[in-house]
Nanobody, 126 residues
């Protein structure tokens, strides 16, 4: 069982930056591939970024590539999402998710992730 808690959301102006954190409970964090997803009002949950269990491999949605960076610190059981050059359309609730995997292949599909955080709101004002 893994429990995930996100933090770092808030209100930021267009072009600004935020860093989200997601801290996991348990001692097997390094066995999990991690992902960030987001969901805007009246829209489906969409993939944002993923990182492999060791942090060597990352993958991004086209909409955030070059602006967002996912990273992890297994010693701190934490995954991060650095978001730069934020746009109004990045406004959403952001969720981190975990799936037990030591494969280098990333997943962009929500149902393949076993554990989810409660979400943190990111609002970008235009």
């Amino acid at each position: 069982q893994v429990q995930l808690v996100e933090s770092g959301g808030g209100l930021v102006q267009d072009g600004g930056s935020l860093r989200l954190s997601c801290t996991a409970s348990g001692r097997t964090f390094s066995s999990y591939a991690m992902g960030w997803f987001r969901q805007a009002p009246e829209k489906e949950r969409e993939f944002v970024a993923a990182i492999s269990w060791g942090g060597v491999s990352t993958y991004y949605a086209d909409s955030v590539k070059g602006r967002f960076t996912i990273s992890r610190d297994n010693a701190k059981n934490t995954v991060y999402l650095q978001m730069n050059s934020l746009k109004y359309e990045d406004t959403a609730v952001y969720y981190c998710a975990a799936r037990p995997s030591r494969s280098p292949v990333h997943s962009t599909i929500p149902r393949t992730y076993d554990y989810w955080g409660q979400g943190t709101q990111v609002t970008v004002s235009s």
